[in-house]
């Protein structure tokens, strides 16, 4: 069983920045790709940003050119620093990995952004 842990959420102004955190755990195999998403209130949960192992990238087009993706698969780690907050930004946002045919979610760690 796989287990993540997520940091780095909190309250910020419009034009902060904040930097998320999660650190996978407990896999016996490599961990494929790592992901970011986020669900805001009334919303459906919406894929945010993702790296493969490899490090291929995929933004989501709301956050490109703001936020940015990175891993160190040494250390089973996956960040996402987010500068230029908006308004809309705020959500609870998740961290995701890829292990062999399954996958794993983080508990999710609140970001809120005020205008």
């Known amino acids: 069983q796989v287990q993540l842990v997520e940091s780095g959420g909190g309250l910020v102004q419009a034009g902060g920045s904040l930097r998320l955190s999660c650190a996978a755990s407990?896999?016996?195999?490599?961990?494929?790709?790592m992901a970011w998403y986020r669900q805001a209130p009334g919303k459906q949960r919406e894929l945010v940003a993702r790296?493969?192992?490899?490090?291929?990238?995929n933004y989501s087009n709301s956050v490109k050119g703001r936020f940015t993706i990175s891993r160190d698969n040494a250390k089973n780690t996956v960040a996402l620093q987010m500068n230029s907050l908006k308004p809309e930004d705020t959500a609870v946002y998740y961290c995701?990995?890829?292990?062999?045919?399954?996958?794993?979610w983080g508990q999710g760690t609140q970001v809120t952004v005020s205008s």
């Open positions: 790296i493969t192992r490899g490090g291929i990238i």
């Open positions: 995701y990995v890829e292990v062999v045919l399954t996958h794993y």
């Open positions: 407990g896999s016996s195999f490599s961990i494929g790709a």
